[in-house]
């Protein structure tokens, strides 16, 4: 297990983009939680630093609360292969699919459980009666249980989910149910995530939120985007990103259910009813980064073949990038840059819990064209600030509505716009921290 270091930044900072009455209730939760958690220890688990939005979201969340006074510290469990492999199985069948077709039987229910008991005790030794622990996802949910007997107030995070049951979500809920059991509060990105047997009072809705100021969307001048976007050793698969006019772009961790092959297939097909300066840029992060997620290497290889296999003239106007993770910041500011540069950011996800890479790019003022699955919908008003597509599979159509922006730079200009006042005033970090203090002061009580 490893603590992460986080340095505090000041809640004076976010105020400096806020309307003043949105900086006194700012200021009025903070004492608040100053005077209620006092002498108590706010506690995040879970189980990656970097990649994916968990660790996007606790960086900021960690750092606002801190530079507010409060006591707030970030552990990360760690797993065996064998662990992360469950782990992962939960994930994708809590979004619906099976995944590697493996089990949750009692062999995984083992592997889960002597991983977490490995280390238990020392998160025991940390946590200390009446404080907070918020466990985030699956991955961390199993010590729900011994933080309870230990005193602390436990509330177990869970970012993913459908909004439809079937047989995969309710076989990952069977895994699930006895750890969740233990919980003070759950907390879930929308209502629809949660199980129909999560007693109600014990459910807050708390959707994420973005920061303005991390290197992932800070403003960037203009050099710089070119320096970062153009930078040596990104593209794995596709030309120099020299020779794109327009970018289509999505970014995302190599998770089927983000199916960024399907963005492939959908645009390389009929690269011919785009713009001919328009070119497909797909961005994830170095497949060896994400410790948690064991399946990204297997899907950027898929996504290489499928590359590999497409015409010539697909494949001049296509470009796979895989974005280095071994300084955290740097691959924070060549996303950043890729969003800046993008003309349209596309997110064809089959499934999404909330979807901070729709988030980023809308707060950069970039339209967006995004499938209407689980948080995606809370974010984009359908024809305001993106475009949403019912059917998240429907290549022709994503290809329409893309094909449809960049035809029309007016309705991008005035959709970037309001994308941005959306995430403004929906999704950044007061809102967030204020629903927090909300759900302690309850717990405390
Ligand atoms: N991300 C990144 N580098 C990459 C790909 C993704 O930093 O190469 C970030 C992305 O910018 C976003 C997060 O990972 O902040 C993904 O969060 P999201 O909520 O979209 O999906 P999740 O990965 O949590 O399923």
């Not at 505090?8 to 900086?23: F, K």
């Not at 983000?258 to 785009?274: C, S």
């Not at 959306?422 to 204020?434: F, K, M």
Request: some cysteine; aromatic content about 6%.
């Amino acid at each position: 297990m490893q603590q992460v270091e986080v340095v505090p930044v000041p809640l004076e900072r976010l105020a400096s983009l806020l309307p003043p009455e949105r900086v006194e209730r700012m200021d009025h939760y903070a004492a608040l939680a100053r005077e209620g958690l006092s002498g108590r220890t706010v506690w995040n688990l879970n189980s990656t630093a970097h990649g994916g939005g968990v660790a996007e979201m606790l960086h900021t969340l960690v750092a606002y609360a801190l530079g507010a006074g409060v006591d707030v510290r970030w552990l990360v469990v760690g797993g065996d292969p064998d662990f992360f492999a469950v782990t992962k199985r939960i994930h994708n069948w809590l979004h619906g699919v099976p995944g590697d077709h493996g089990a949750l039987d009692e062999a995984a229910r083992a592997a889960y459980d002597d991983t977490l008991a490995r280390q238990r005790d020392e998160v025991l030794d940390l946590v200390q009666p009446g404080d907070v622990v918020l466990l985030h996802d699956p991955q961390t949910v199993g010590l729900a249980g011994p933080l309870r007997a230990r005193g602390a107030l436990v509330v177990w995070r869970c970012h993913v989910g459908l909004d439809a049951r079937n047989e995969w979500t309710r076989g990952a809920w069977d895994f699930l149910r006895g750890l969740v059991a233990p919980a003070h509060a759950c907390v879930f990105s929308r209502e629809e995530f949660a199980p129909e047997w999560l007693d109600r009072s014990r459910l807050r809705i708390i959707p994420p939120s973005l920061d303005p100021f991390s290197p992932k969307n800070a403003d960037l001048d203009d050099h710089l985007v070119e320096d970062l976007v153009h930078r040596d050793g990104l593209v794995v698969e596709g030309g120099p990103l020299a020779t794109v006019g327009r970018a289509v772009l999505q970014v995302s961790r190599w998770d089927r259910l983000k199916d960024m092959a399907g963005v492939l297939e959908a645009i390389g097909g009929h690269v011919d009813d785009l713009p001919p300066d328009v070119h497909l840029v797909l961005a994830g992060p170095e497949t060896t980064g994400v410790a948690d997620d064991p399946e990204a290497a297997e899907v950027l290889d898929e996504c290489r073949s499928l590359w590999r296999s497409m015409p010539e003239a697909a494949r001049a106007r296509t470009h796979l990038l895989s974005v280095p993770m071994a300084d955290p910041d740097e691959n924070a500011r060549i996303i950043n840059a890729l969003q800046r540069w993008a003309t349209v950011v596309v997110q064809k996800s089959l499934a999404e819990g909330f979807g901070l890479t729709v988030t980023e790019p809308m707060w950069k003022g970039r339209p967006v064209v995004a499938s209407a699955v689980g948080g995606i919908r809370n974010q984009v008003e359908h024809g305001v600030s993106g475009l949403l597509l019912d059917d998240p599979t429907d290549g022709a159509g994503l290809v329409d509505a893309v094909a449809s922006l960049l035809n029309d730079p007016a309705r991008c200009e005035s959709m970037g716009r309001a994308a941005h006042e959306r995430v403004r005033d929906q999704y950044l970090a007061d809102r967030h921290l204020i629903q927090y203090v909300e759900l302690f002061a309850q717990l405390v009580d």
